[in-house]
């Protein structure tokens, strides 16, 4: 569960504030049947329970997380082979908790029924990433940081992805009060993502890390709908909202699933 845990309070966040504009810019338009659609948000993680929230939209000036859950459905999911009837739990979270229901190489698709219409969506559990390593462990930070050097490669992270598949990169930190490189403040949080944009490499130079401390690496392999609701929102305005793709039916959000393998990482001083 660590690892979904990291990937759903960094990367989700993001995306739900995505999902959120996406459905404020639906309730401001004459489009009555989307302001009534639920809003989907499911992350299948090969290897953990399934769970997927489910909530009404809310309005821009809305400062919750969430809009209002929805409760009271029947949500089934089916791996081609088997389907099975998720739990209601709190917040319109609904559970499987067979851990062995996610696997890789299978399609799961979900529906259930919302005012008298089937809200469906579908993914397919990639495989898993091969060959992920660092060149190094511990990542020494320089003393005195010259800019003349900033896009020097000091460190290395490599995978094996001969078809140019979507990863994304999530560093994670993990102390609980990490200590900031001051040469470079700039406010940005100590945890982070990167779209790696389908290659298999990133190099880490000095001005990648804004804190010192343990890192979790944890890279992702994810399908196109992920990558498509990261990047369609990032530079909207109140003045230039537009529609977060989505790839569920008869609904807003995203039902997508993703691999993760994960690296220890040391950031210190030089």
């Excluded at 299978?106 to 990639?126: C, E, G, R």
């Excluded at 660092?134 to 992270?157: G, W």
Aim: charged share 15%.
């Amino acid at each position: 569960m660590e690892i979904k845990t990291y990937i759903r309070y960094t990367f989700f966040a993001l995306i739900a504030g995505c999902l959120m504009m996406a459905s404020a810019c639906k309730k401001n338009s004459s489009d009555t049947d989307a302001v009534n659609k639920p809003v989907v948000e499911a992350y299948l993680v090969a290897g953990q329970p399934l769970s997927v929230k489910v909530y009404q939209q809310k309005d821009l000036t809305d400062t919750a997380t969430y809009g209002s859950a929805i409760t009271g459905l029947t949500i089934n999911v089916s791996n081609g082979t088997q389907t099975v009837k998720l739990t209601e739990g709190t917040n319109g979270t609904y559970t499987y908790s067979d851990a062995s229901f996610v696997t890789a190489g299978k399609t799961y698709s979900l529906q259930f029924t919302y005012n008298n219409l089937v809200v469906s969506a579908s993914t397919v559990m990639p495989g898993k990433s091969v060959g992920f390593k660092l060149t190094d462990s511990v990542f020494h930070e320089p003393n005195t940081l010259d800019q003349a050097y900033n896009d020097k490669v000091r460190d290395t992270i490599t995978w094996t992805n001969p078809d140019s598949l979507q990863h994304m990169l999530l560093f994670k930190n993990t102390d609980s009060n990490p200590f900031e490189i001051i040469a470079v403040r700039n406010n940005r949080n100590p945890s982070f993502e990167i779209n790696t944009e389908r290659a298999s490499t990133y190099s880490i130079t000095q001005t990648t890390f804004k804190y010192y401390g343990v890192y979790k690496v944890i890279l992702l392999r994810v399908n196109d709908e992920y990558i498509n609701i990261l990047t369609s929102n990032t530079r909207g305005s109140s003045q230039n909202l537009v529609n977060t793709p989505t790839n569920v039916v008869n609904g807003l959000g995203i039902f997508t699933a993703m691999q993760a393998d994960t690296l220890n990482l040391r950031v210190t001083t030089e």
